[in-house]
T-cell receptor, first 118, second 114 residues
Framework: GAVVSQHPSRVICKSGTSVKIECRSL??????MFWYRQFPKQSLMLMAT?????????EQGVEKDKFLINHASLTLSTLTVTSAHPEDSSFYIC??????????????FGPGTRLLVL | GQSLEQPSEVTAVEGAIVQINCTYQ??????LSWYQQHDGGAPTFLSY????GLEETGRFSSFLSRSDSYGYLLLQELQMKDSASYFC???????????????FGDGTTLTVKP
């Protein structure tokens, strides 16, 4: 089956630093990837839709200058949390839609990245 | 916008059958998905319905009624390993950038007891 990887799986950083998270589709092409954030015991909240070759579409309330998204190729999207603060500590999960799959439900999730900002 | 409702918690015993309901309000509905998430892990896809009716995948089945904006996940022959959170999610259809975008419910924590 289709596989999506995320790197790193876990990161601890100091307040004020920036953290980059990579999301890769390993065996399929994905023109669209989605970035979610999940706080403990809560649901997945869509942050933004990453589109290859164009600007990301951010959900209401998500600061685009703080959460920079780059979808430079059909297999890679990156999320950079800039000037991270403790309240940004969360579980960040990406998913990718198989461009060649032809069906909108074909969305594959990465294993997630746990960010802890001290 | 989208909104989904599902029970927050369900408890059942091993071997039993449990049904997790999901009602939704949405625009641009394309399909209803179900995901399982164990503590500390990422969601894994379980089932998907775009049309009315029942979809069966092993011990798990999912049902959808588009006219009632309602669906459910049915888990049979419960096992201890089924203890997890279960999320329903509505996927939007076209056009353009909204296609494939999913909104998740708050999740149902299933506890399976011996």
């Amino acid at each position: 089956g289709a596989v999506v990887s995320q790197h790193p799986s876990r990161v601890i950083c100091k307040s004020g630093t920036s953290v980059k998270i990579e999301c890769r589709s390993l065996d399929f092409q994905a023109t669209t990837m989605f970035w979610y954030r999940q706080f403990p015991k809560q649901s997945l909240m869509l942050m933004a839709t990453s589109n290859e070759g164009s600007k990301a579409t951010y959900e209401q309330g998500v600061e685009k200058d703080k959460f920079l998204i780059n979808h430079a190729s059909l297999t890679l999207s990156t999320l950079t949390v800039t000037s991270a603060h403790p309240e940004d500590s969360s579980f960040y999960i990406c998913s990718a839609r198989d461009t060649g799959g032809g069906s909108l439900e074909t969305q594959y999730f990465g294993p997630g990245t746990r960010l802890l900002v001290l | 916008g989208q909104s989904l409702e599902q029970p927050s918690e369900v408890t059942a015993v091993e071997g039993a059958i449990v049904q997790i309901n999901c009602t939704y309000q949405t625009s641009g509905f394309y399909g209803l998905s179900w995901y399982q998430q164990h503590d500390g892990g990422a969601p894994t896809f379980l089932s998907y319905n775009a049309l009315d009716g029942l979809e069966e995948t092993g011990r798990f089945s999912s049902f959808l009624s588009r006219s009632d904006s309602y669906g459910y996940l049915l888990l049979q022959e419960l096992q201890m390993k089924d203890s997890a959170s279960y999320f329903c999610a509505v996927t939007e259809g076209g056009p353009n950038t909204n296609a494939g975008k999913s909104t998740f419910g708050d999740g149902t924590t299933l506890t399976v007891k011996p």
